[in-house]
């Protein structure tokens, strides 16, 4: 027994009654019998092989890695928060519901779309119900509409979730400037087109800066505008998705409003809509009346439900604590400093890139929004790939950028600052990259057979796939 279990505080029942002993296994290989005392140095030695954000810089492109204000995790674990059972009725839940309709009334002024639902648990879920209140629109209406437009640099969910729901897609080349060829659109663009999906900033970090001629467009064949808001970071306080003619989007909270999100969930893709397509929202929502805070289940042309209960409800604890820390005020009125928050977002990715360039090839060299983008262009002469160069930067004691995304970039490295570090740390980084850099001429074995410095070499990342062992073993070196 490793460990101390608490004390009983509920009636104690025979573990026959509840438990078939063929379930139990009689014998595990090789489990250790520990103390306590072994338990914990196992774990914290475990925990200090792994890179985290209370380490070290998080440079991955598109994933937001900001800093989460410890703070939020205190609030998240609260009590009265982290044991509120669904099933309790309603006014033993005001606090709960009076959060969600908070964050919600926040997204609504931040994003200028008038209604919002928190069910959805994930970005990728977020699009899912997205493109749904965008189908049902057109089935409402009668509409024949089999196709949705995406860029060809989208994120992979964005055309996976249109494939889920039936959708052809049709892919939009960028222009030479490394946006939405306005074009291409105009030529693609027929009755059948039921809307696009656009990511704004994109994912090679530029402004979509013709998104509202390109909404113009879609909105005069009655199809809709779907933005991907997971690059929101950037735009927070200076301009507002539903002004650039965005009639449905997603906001991934866990990347913009600050949950702990490496390694996957639980997460939060909160989807504002129009005016006109509040009643397709996923029910329940949540109403404020005379009496109080409720659901409403009232919703005849809803998409349904899309998510247990609240949703990822912990997500919007966390989400609130950081809106209201960033001086929003709870009524939803203002937010002020979230302008603040993303112009040093912004300011600092193109510090990286005023910095890097002249090492590091700049596929699009104009100011870029919250995130930059090299490649590996010059280091390729010397047959050192972006693979090199991110295992490389391990060996700085760095966690890798997002390497080869977006795929239309050949050996992309997306390098995403965050307003949260300082100059000093965006410095050392670079010194990092520059160094790297410069080894690939000087040093290249060092760079191409990186890391050397970490607990694990060069894994075989193909073998990895195509024989993957999931079971731990003495032998495993
Ligand atoms: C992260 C991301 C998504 C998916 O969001 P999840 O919360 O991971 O499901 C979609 N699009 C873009 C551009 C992203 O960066």
Redesign the pocket.
Known sequence: MGYSLPSLDVPEISAAKVWNASWTRAEVEGFPEVSENEVVRHFVRLSQKNYAIDLGFYPLG??TMKYNPKINEEIARRERFANLHPFWPERYQQHALSLQYDVQNLLKLLTGLPGFTLQPS????G?YVGIKIMQAYHQKKGHKKTKVLIPESA?G??PATCAMLGYDIVSIPSNDTGIVHLEEVERLLDDEVAGIMI?NPN?LGLFEENIHLIADKIHEKDGLVYM?G??FNAILGITRPADLGVDIMHI?L??TFSTPHGGGGP?A?AVGVRGDLLSFLPTPTVQKTDTGFGWNNEMPESIGRVGGYFGNFSIHVRALAYLLSIGSSPDGKSAPYFRKMSEAAVLNANYLKARLKGYYHIPHDRACMHECLITDQNQSLDGIKTLDIAKRLMDYGYHPMTVYFPLVVSGAMLIEPTESETKENLDDFCDAMIAIANECKSLPDIVRTAPHCTFRRRVDELRAQKQPRLRWSKNLS
């Open positions: 598109s994933c994930a970005g990728a879920h699009e994120h969910t964005n990511t994912t991907d997971a690059n991934n866990h990347k997460g893709g």
